[in-house]
């Protein structure tokens, strides 16, 4: 996502310029380029060397130094920039930006930029929520500046309380989200993600491998991309995408009571959870007990759960549909018969007998089907890679419809 982006960075001077180090290491990481210019009070708690070092490139610092390449420092600067980002960033320089004070290199690039800029401020509690501060930052807010909020807990400066920088791998969550298209702005999208379990007893009960994996991705994707995101998911260890709706469900009935909660005003329903077909007729209160007759045997007697995606696919009016087929044989003969009794407008087929396809695998490969029979085969991705591709065909029905 970061690739080839040339990401400026200014460090302004708090004791929070520690953790800028770690974010230019991040950053880098993920192959962008930074660009670091430092105020001179930075300079008191890193040194310039250390950000040199870390990505590079020359650190600036002076507007009136020797420059570094034979054009106009902070215009050069601010034309690149792919993103700005400031942190952490003083009650001084969001005071100064606010009010147009172009003092210093740092400030001086800030008003030449035409990127977006995102702040993540830090700062004693009491500075933090003074009125002029919060001022300053509602009138940058509301100018298209972007503040990541930061921390609560206990300062450099002993006390406790908000103004604590946000850590850096958030800020570089924050920063590659910023560069997502927000093309399901204004979308509701409804995912279902992991398995269901149906009790037998208060120890024992059915379910499958289903991890979940694949619709939390989905969802994580949709999130980032502007939709409004419901994921309902069954029992999982996975850590919930951040600004999702998450709605925990245990039974397939207890899916499909969320599902149809939802189901009324949304624009996609995408069913990647693998609910279980059948539950036992009959739930014991209490544990069963095996019996001392070597020969006995267990006998429970299951009833079919409700057809999730069958009932809305029969149900549905303007909704798009996206349904799931994991198969160990005839993956396309099972998966083009799924598509069409379940009404979706496409299926997402995998081989989970194959390596790198299977349920707990952080990778996936897929079919996609259409409804007039049109495939396309995908490599080995990682189940992120699979999301985008899923919401990429999506966002293209979605156009379609709308024309």
Do not use: W
């Amino acid at each position: 996502m970061l690739k080839d982006k040339n990401i400026v960075l200014g460090v302004t001077g708090g004791i929070a310029a520690y953790k800028a180090v770690d974010l230019v290491s991040r950053l880098k990481k993920q192959n962008a380029n930074v660009d670091v210019i430092m105020t001179k009070g930075a300079t008191k708690f890193v040194t310039p060397l250390t950000f040199q070092t870390l990505s590079s490139n020359p650190v600036y610092m002076d507007m009136f130094g020797e420059p570094k390449n034979y054009d106009v420092e902070h215009i050069s600067l601010a034309e690149r920039a792919d993103l700005f980002v400031i942190a952490p960033a003083t009650a001084n320089t969001i005071g100064k930006i606010a009010n147009g004070i172009a003092d210093n290199l740092l400030t001086t690039t800030v008003m030449a930029t035409k990127s977006k800029v995102i702040l993540a401020p830090a700062m004693n509690t009491n500075m933090y929520l003074n009125p002029i501060v919060q001022k300053n930052m509602s009138y940058l807010e509301k100018l298209g500046y972007k503040f990541i909020e930061p921390g609560t807990g206990k300062l450099a400066c002993g006390a406790y309380g908000p103004g604590r920088m946000a850590e850096p791998i958030d800020i570089l969550e924050f920063i590659i989200d910023s560069f997502y298209k927000k093309d399901l702005e204004g979308r509701k999208i409804v995912v279902t993600a992991g398995p269901t379990i149906e009790p037998i007893d208060p120890v024992r009960y059915i379910t499958n491998h289903s991890s979940g994996k694949m619709g939390y991705n989905i969802a994580d994707e949709a999130q980032k991309r502007g939709a409004k995101t419901i994921l309902i998911s069954g029992p999982t260890s996975i850590i919930p995408p951040k600004d999702v709706e998450l709605i925990k469900v245990n039974t397939t009935v207890e899916m499909f009571n969320a599902v149809e909660k939802h189901f009324s005003d949304c624009d996609v329903l995408i069913k990647s959870a693998a609910p279980s077909d059948y539950r036992p007729e009959k739930t014991y209160s209490t544990k069963i007990k095996k019996k001392t007759n070597a020969n006995d045997e267990l006998n429970i007697k299951f009833v079919r759960n409700p057809d999730i995606a069958a009932h809305f696919g029969k149900v549905k009016q303007e909704q798009i549909m996206v349904g799931f087929a994991a198969e160990t044989d005839n993956l396309l003969k099972y998966a083009e018969k799924k598509l069409k009794s379940k009404n979706f407008d496409f299926i997402v087929a995998n081989d989970v007998s194959k390596e790198g396809a299977g349920f707990k695998s952080d990778t996936n490969i897929v079919t996609i089907i259409e409804k007039d029979g049109d495939f396309i085969e995908y490599p080995k991705m990682d189940k992120s890679q699979v999301a985008k591709v899923i919401l990429d065909k999506i966002v293209s029905l979605l156009n379609t419809k709308a024309r």
